[in-house]
C-alpha cells in the first residue's frame, strides 16, 4: 500500500528534547516518567533474560511493552509495525486498505468537513442516522478510535477517492451490542454513487475479513433500500430474520 510513512526513525530514548517523526525505545524503567513527562512516542523493551524487580511499579500507562530475549532488535519485528505503533501513539489513523480506485483507513476529527457535506444530501439520512452536532461527533470519533479501532482492529473507515484524494464516503465493519459477527455498513456520496464503488469497496472489505479471520459478516439494512438490498444479494448474503419493525439481518 502507497501510504505516507509518518515514522522517521527509531532510536533510544536519552533524556532531553524529543523529535516528531521519531518512536523512541525505553530500555530502563526507570527512564519511562521522563519519556512521558516529554510528551515522546515511545514503547517500553523488557529484556525477559534481565528482569527488573522494580520494573512493574513503572508500567502503568505505558501502551506498548515489548518482550525479548537480548537486545533490542527493531528488524524482528513486521515493516509496519513500527509505523502503525507510531500513529497509534500520535492518533494518526491507520491505513486499512486499497481497492482499484479506493483507499481505506480509520476515520479521524478532520474528516469530519467532508461527512456534513456528504450528509447534507437528504437522500443519504433516508435511510440511516444523520451526524451528531459537531461537538459530539468529534467527541464520538475520538472514543471510537478508542474503544473500536485499538479494541476490535476493525470499524468503520474513510473512504478516499485515489484519483482525486477526495473523501466520498464511509464503509467497513462495526461492533453492534449483542451480536457476535461484525456488521457491515457502508455509504457512498451521492456524487459518486452509480459508478461501482460501492460494490468494489465492500467486496474489498470482505476480502480483508476473510484474510483476517472473521468467518462471517451481517448487515442490517431497511428493505425499501433496494440499492443496499440489491448490493448485498450481488454480495452473497443472504436475509436471515428481523433486525426491528423497519430493518432486516443480512448474512455472508
Known sequence: ???????????????????????YVVTDPKD????????????????????DAKESSYLDGVKYVLECEGGFDPEEFD???????????????????????????????????????????????????????RSEEEKYTENYRDLIYEMYGHGIWTVI????????????LDERAGYDRPELGFLIGPKWQRQGLAEEVCRGILDWASENDIDEVMSITDPENTASVNLLKKLGFTKSEAFDDKRDIWIK
Open 1 to 23: 500500500m502507497n501510504s505516507i510513512s509518518y515514522l522517521k526513525k527509531i532510536q533510544r530514548f536519552e533524556r532531553g528534547a524529543t523529535e516528531d517523526g521519531c518512536l
Open 32 to 51: 519511562i516518567p521522563a519519556a512521558k513527562g516529554l510528551g515522546a512516542a515511545f514503547v517500553y523493551y523488557s529484556d525477559i533474560t534481565k528482569k
Open 79 to 133: 515493516d509496519g509495525f513500527f509505523e502503525n505503533v507510531y500513529r497509534r501513539l500520535k492518533h494518526i489513523p491507520l491505513d486499512i486498505m486499497e481497492t482499484e480506485r479506493c483507499l481505506l483507513r480509520e476515520t479521524w476529527i478532520p474528516d469530519l468537513d467532508s461527512f456534513y457535506e456528504i450528509y447534507s444530501d437528504t437522500s443519504v439520512t433516508k435511510y440511516m442516522e444523520d451526524l451528531m452536532e
Open 161 to 172: 477517492l485515489k484519483e482525486t484524494g477526495e473523501i466520498i464516503g464511509r464503509a467497513g
